[in-house]
């Protein structure tokens, strides 16, 4: 069993940084690529940013040069650098991974969502 679980995320002014996290963990034999996703209320759920496995990222233009995904690959964990946060920015953040498990299934694994909150 494959489980992806986000933290790091809390309420925040706007200017300030966050960081969330996304931890993979059971039986897992790789972490391919890994999303961040995020939906605000009453809107539908939009891309963040991306990393392949070997460390390709691509990123929403809204939030270029705020926003930086990396991994630890030992760790089956990625992360989501967030400086300069904006009030727009508020959303329940999710993590999506493709993940290949002991048995050598191959599935879409998301996070149960964190909370950013980002006052003006």
């Known amino acids: 069993q494959v489980q992806l679980v986000e933290s790091g995320g809390g309420l925040v002014q706007a200017e300030g940084s966050l960081r969330l996290s996304c931890a993979a963990s059971g039986s897992i034999f790789s972490v391919n690529a890994v999303g961040w996703y995020r939906q605000a209320p009453e809107k539908p759920r939009e891309s963040v940013a991306r990393i392949t496995s070997g460390g390709a990222t691509i990123y929403a233009d809204s939030v270029k040069g705020r926003f930086t995904i990396s991994r630890d690959n030992a760790k089956n964990t990625v992360f989501l650098q967030m400086n300069s946060l904006k009030p727009e920015d508020t959303a329940v953040y999710y993590c999506?991974?493709?993940?290949?498990?002991?048995?050598?299934?191959?599935?879409?694994?998301w996070g149960q969502g964190t909370q950013v909150t980002v006052s003006s």
């Open positions: 999506n991974a493709l993940i290949r498990d002991r048995t050598g299934s191959i599935a879409n694994y």
